[in-house]
C-alpha cells in the first residue's frame, strides 16, 4: 500500500513538474485532421505551404486576412506575413491556377466514380468597397444590393455534390447570360468532358444559349420555380 502511494505521489511530480514548464498549448487537432485530406485530394503537390496554411484557416474560421494572420499564430504557431496573404490571391492566378483546378477535377472525378455526369452553372457578383472604379470593376447589376459599388461578376461551374469544377471572372456590366457558354466550353474541352447535362437556372438559358446548347449537341435542364411556369410547361 505504502509502496503505491509513493508511486502515485511521484507521478504527481512529474505531471506538475512538466505542465508548470509547458509555455505554450496549441489547438491544432482540426490541422492534423486536415492537412490529410490536402494531401489526399493531391494538393500537397503544389509546394506551397502558404496555400495549405489560407485553406486550413478557411476551413476552421473563416476571417479577414489580418485575422487569419492572428489565427494560425495563435492555434498552430503558423509565422505567416501579411503582406503576403495581401499577395497571394495574384501569385495564386499568376502561377498555381491551372494546376490546382486540374487536381481539383481529377479528385472529383475519384469521389464520383471517374465520370463527371452533372455540370451546374450559376453566377454571383462580388462588390468592392471603394468608390474608384476601372477596366474591369465598374458598376453593374448587383445582387449584393451595392448598385452604386464597382464589381465584378463570378461564374462558377460545380459537380453533383457540389465540388468545384471551374470559375471565371468578368467586367462588372457583363450581361450573366452571356458568361455560361464560355466557362462550360472551356471546361469541356479542356478536359475532354462527354455525355453530360448542364443545369442552370431559367435567367441563363435565354434562347441565344439554349440555341448554342443545342448546336453543340451538349443536354441541359432548365431550372424555375414551379409557381412561376404556366400549367403549359
Known amino acids: ?67 487569419t494572420v492572428e489565427y ?54 462580388l462588390y468592392f468597397e471603394t468608390d474608384y472604379s476601372d477596366d474591369f470593376r465598374v458598376p453593374g447589376f448587383s445582387k449584393d444590393g451595392k448598385h452604386s459599388q464597382p464589381q465584378v461578376v463570378l461564374g462558377l461551374l460545380v459537380s453533383k455534390d457540389g465540388y468545384p469544377l471551374s470559375y471565371s471572372l468578368f467586367n462588372g456590366s457583363q450581361y450573366e447570360g452571356r458568361t455560361m457558354l464560355p466557362i462550360v466550353e472551356d471546361f469541356v474541352h479542356r478536359f475532354e468532358l462527354s455525355d453530360f447535362v448542364v443545369v442552370a437556372d431559367s435567367g441563363l438559358m435565354n434562347k441565344t444559349n439554349l440555341s448554342l446548347l443545342e448546336s453543340a449537341g451538349y443536354k441541359y435542364i432548365i431550372g424555375a420555380r414551379i409557381k412561376n411556369e404556366s400549367d403549359g410547361n
Open 1 to 67: 500500500m505504502f509502496a503505491l502511494l509513493e508511486q502515485q505521489r511521484e507521478e504527481k511530480q512529474v505531471i506538475d513538474y512538466l505542465l508548470s514548464n509547458i509555455e505554450n498549448i496549441l489547438l491544432n487537432g482540426t490541422q492534423l485532421i486536415l492537412n490529410q485530406v490536402f494531401r489526399l485530394i493531391g494538393f500537397d503537390k503544389i509546394d506551397d505551404e502558404i496555400l495549405k496554411h489560407l485553406v486550413i484557416a478557411r476551413l476552421c474560421q473563416p476571417s479577414s486576412k489580418a485575422g
Open 72 to 125: 494560425l499564430k495563435s492555434y498552430f504557431d503558423e509565422d505567416v506575413e501579411l503582406h503576403k496573404i495581401y499577395r497571394y490571391l495574384d501569385h495564386l492566378h499568376n502561377t498555381q491556377q491551372e494546376k490546382i483546378q486540374q487536381i481539383s477535377v481529377e479528385h472529383t472525378g475519384k469521389i464520383l466514380g471517374g465520370k463527371i455526369g452533372l455540370v451546374f452553372y450559376d453566377v454571383s457578383t
